[in-house]
T-cell receptor, first 110, second 112 residues
């Protein structure tokens, strides 16, 4: 079983819809990252959070440490949001390392 | 600021050939990383350098070597390429381990 599981693996929605991508993890962590990978392949960091909620524009990330779960929400989705969204956790044990989920491929149709 | 740069962007090798992937960052970051990304799998750490002068193995180090040439540069070498090393390779850097990662554009490597 992967230490980081994302759902869904693929998501197709219409422009304007509210999007939720989920991330569950099974290890102790000190932080969780959400990354975005565009069709061209580049990866950018969206959020790093260790508790609560962060908001940047139309993107909202939440984390529940007790439930070992995080969600990434996109409000008023737009075709330019189409990308792969990747959850990564910073594992506490041993030498701290990032463990990545497999990613969620989001397609927003106009 | 260029951020994190990688060269080359594309490379095709024959089995047994060697090559070095170059990575440089201009953000004065301490930590640098090499990842590989394969279809259906998450990014996996090959090697990392927590600070200048140190390197450590990650999750999938076999078949690779690294050099932290200075604070800016971190190279990844394939001594004898194998088809299993066909992948997209990303270099990343952070101010400190666990901080926000900045990724390079990636190198798409095919080993025939």
């Amino acid at each position: 079983k992967n230490e980081v599981e994302q759902s869904p693996q693929n998501l197709t929605a219409q422009e304007g819809e509210f999007i939720t991508i989920n991330c569950s993890y099974s290890v102790g962590i000190s932080a969780l990252h959400w990354l975005q990978q565009h069709p061209g392949g580049g990866i950018v960091s969206l959020f790093m959070l260790s508790s609560g909620k962060k908001k940047h524009g139309r993107l909202i990330a939440t984390i529940n440490i007790q439930e070992k779960h995080s969600s990434l929400h996109i409000t008023a989705s737009h075709p330019r949001d189409s990308a792969v969204y990747i959850c990564a956790v910073l594992v506490i044990q041993g030498a701290q390392k990032l463990v990545f989920g497999q990613g969620t491929r989001l397609t927003i149709n106009p | 600021n260029a951020g994190v740069t990688q060269t080359p962007k594309f490379q095709v090798l024959k089995t047994g050939q060697s090559m070095t992937l170059q990575c440089a960052q201009d953000m004065n970051h301490n930590s640098m990383y090499w990842y590989r990304q394969d279809p259906g799998m998450g990014l996996r750490l090959i090697y990392y350098s927590a600070s200048e002068g140190t390197t450590d193995k990650g999750e999938v180090p076999n078949g690779y070597n690294v050099s932290r040439l200075n604070k800016r540069e971190f190279s990844l070498r394939l001594e004898s390429a194998a088809p299993s090393q066909t992948s997209v390779y990303f270099c990343a850097s952070t101010v400190w381990r666990g901080a926000t990662s900045f990724f390079g554009p990636g190198t798409r490597l095919t080993v025939l």
